[in-house]
């Protein structure tokens, strides 16, 4: 059977496909969903009205590709409406979150004349059983899902609704699923999870993020261990020192903040203010200096003025980040901000995403060119640009790189001397201590 898939959202959602696929692919082939299959399986988002929409409009398009093809919903619309995912019309099975077996019972089974559900109660769940030691497409760095569900409530999402609670894998699985992964080959491990900061509160007995994170760099099974997001309340200083004082830690913090205003960080419901996540930043690039800093930004949230944001972006620019992922504003239904009042327009969130764009894009420039002529350690990513035959790659404290493949350098990590940026990707040439691969001129190129 040809299965396309295709996800809309996070990372976490990413992780989910991929292992999907993996437990598909035994007995399966896989086409890309823009070209014709027999079952069309779409992992859906649903942290704005928009993106259920999304959804519903891939439905859509599988049926315009093959009328007769199963469709299959998943993710996060599916858990959260249901019955409403069902009553699109092409839909034949719905499944919600970690459901896997029923999924592939589904992706097996004969369609019938209504949509069948198969959706649990997350508010019960108290384990994470989607586990999978994959690599997301085109990356050579593994995924490791460690922590679901979320005990926030930030006004804003409808996440704790679709994943529930925060839970944990406990330490000795996700020690065991690192070992499969170095003894597949991998080099580096990204621990991803919802609320990755809550990890292990709920385990008996308790065990913090921190601790998770000593084990595996102490157990030396891979060269380079990295966290996804984290909320600025949940980075200790025992966590900065530890990734200050390893080899194995990657230096590269990525701290949602969200927003630069006290007014809009209490109307978002998040637990701290703009002192404490300046103070914070402070502290990390103290004892991390070379640290890649990122964080999430929300404009154009409910009561945001034109000084209001003028103010944010004149905070956000006062501090030590590298890189921002900045967000419009965009409506759920469920959300307490969804009644609020005043909402800002289109098209002032629009420009004030630009404005904050650029802002983020001049704080990653000026950090990348800081590293102009030096020597970094790049990890090469598996996937090749179509354009330019290049391999892009990241350092360790997460500077992008692109690199000319003059041999097979997916999964292997390289020195390289940096001598040039060009539309964000660093460029330069390959060390001589790496001069096994550097047949041919060795340039380590950037994208034009």
Excluded at 203 to 232: F, Q, Y
Excluded at 384 to 405: E, H, K
Aim: glycine share 8%; proline share 4%.
């Amino acid at each position: 059977m040809r299965i396309a898939i295709t996800t809309l959202g996070c990372k976490i959602n990413q992780y989910d496909s991929a292992v999907i696929q993996s437990r598909l692919e035994e007995k399966h082939s896989f086409v890309p969903f823009g070209e014709l299959a027999d079952c069309y399986l779409i992992n859906t988002c649903t942290v704005t009205d928009r993106a259920d929409w999304e959804a519903r409009q891939l439905v859509r398009r599988a049926k315009r590709l093959n009328p007769a093809a199963k469709v299959l919903v998943t993710g996060c619309y599916a858990q959260v409406n249901s019955q409403e995912v069902a009553e699109v019309p092409g839909v034949d099975y719905v499944v919600g979150l970690n459901r896997l077996d029923d999924l592939l019972h589904f992706v097996e089974s004969t369609p019938e004349s209504s949509a069948k559900i198969a959706v649990s109660d997350v508010k019960r769940e108290r384990g994470v059983p989607v586990l999978g030691t994959r690599a997301l497409p085109g990356h050579t760095r593994a995924f490791l899902k460690i922590q679901e569900g979320c005990n926030y409530s930030c006004t804003y999402c409808i996440i704790p609704t679709a994943r529930g609670l925060s839970r944990s894998v406990p330490p000795g699985e996700v020690m065991e699923q690192v070992r499969q992964l170095a003894d597949a080959g991998y080099k580096e491990i990204v621990l991803t999870g919802i609320h990755l900061g809550g990890y292990g509160h709920d385990l008996n007995p308790k065990v913090d993020l921190t601790a998770l994170v000593e084990m595996i760099a102490d157990s030396g099974l891979v060269s380079r261990l990295r966290l996804s997001s984290l909320d600025p309340r949940e980075v200790p200083d025992r966590l900065v020192d530890l990734i200050a004082a390893s080899d194995i830690v990657c230096p590269h913090l990525h701290i949602c903040a969200q927003a630069g205003d006290d007014e809009i960080l209490k109307q978002m419901r998040r637990n701290y203010d703009t002192n404490y996540y300046r103070d914070l930043l402070a502290r990390v690039r103290e004892r991390l200096p070379e640290a890649a800093l990122g964080s999430d930004i929300i404009v154009g949230f409910p009561g945001e003025s034109d000084a209001q944001f003028d103010g944010s972006l004149e905070y956000f620019e006062s501090l030590p980040l590298t890189y921002f992922h900045v967000f419009p504003y965009s409506s759920r239904r469920g959300t307490v901000a969804a009644s609020l009042a005043d909402h800002v327009s289109g098209p002032v969130k629009k420009v004030h995403a630009q404005r904050m764009r650029q802002l983020g894009a001049r704080k990653k420039r000026d950090f990348c060119s800081s590293f102009l002529g030096r020597r970094v350690s790049v990890l090469v990513e598996e996937k090749v640009d179509g354009m330019t035959g290049f391999r892009r790659g990241f350092s360790r404290n997460y500077l992008p790189i692109s690199v000319r493949d003059s041999g097979d350098l997916s999964n292997r990590e390289v020195t390289v001397e940096l001598t040039g940026l060009d539309n964000g990707w660093l460029s330069g040439f390959i060390s001589e201590a790496d001069s096994e691969f550097s047949a041919g001129d060795g340039l380590v190129a950037g994208h034009s």
